[in-house]
């Protein structure tokens, strides 16, 4: 998807220096159109579409990152939330999070897309067990 977005912001680059090339822009704000989708492009290319592509190979080879913590903020459309201050992206669909869970994630190196999320149990150190519980 991400592809087709700066597929799509490329083409209106395009579009827009084209215009400006055969001088068939009215208005003189619409000279600076392509300037203006030139940096959305490598603005989206950058944040977005870069490391997403850079995730294929470590999700073909299955290579992951696994971090633990407490869920500190949950993302307003439910597709993010931060441990430690890091982000990390999902699919809002499968979002069952809630602030304060003890949360081990299973996620991407470069755009920290979760694959798997398992809630952490700790048991109390007075209670016989030093051992840490997982569930999905």
Do not use: W
């Amino acid at each position: 998807m991400h592809l087709l977005i700066t597929g799509v912001v490329i083409m209106l680059t395009c579009v827009a220096a084209g215009r400006n090339r055969r001088k068939k822009t009215k208005y003189a704000i619409s000279y600076f159109f392509p300037i203006i989708f030139a940096l959305a492009a490598i603005a989206h290319i950058v944040f977005f579409t870069a490391p997403r592509l850079m995730d294929i190979n470590s999700m073909i080879n299955g290579n992951y990152y696994y971090n633990t913590g407490t869920v500190e903020k949950i993302g307003f459309m439910k597709n993010y939330f931060v441990i430690n201050g890091q982000h990390y992206f999902l699919n809002p669909l499968h979002n069952s999070l809630q602030e304060g869970d003890t949360v081990r994630v299973k996620h991407t190196p470069y755009s920290s897309f979760t694959v798997e999320i398992k809630t952490v149990e700790e048991t109390l150190p007075g209670s016989g067990g030093d051992m840490v519980k997982e569930t999905e």
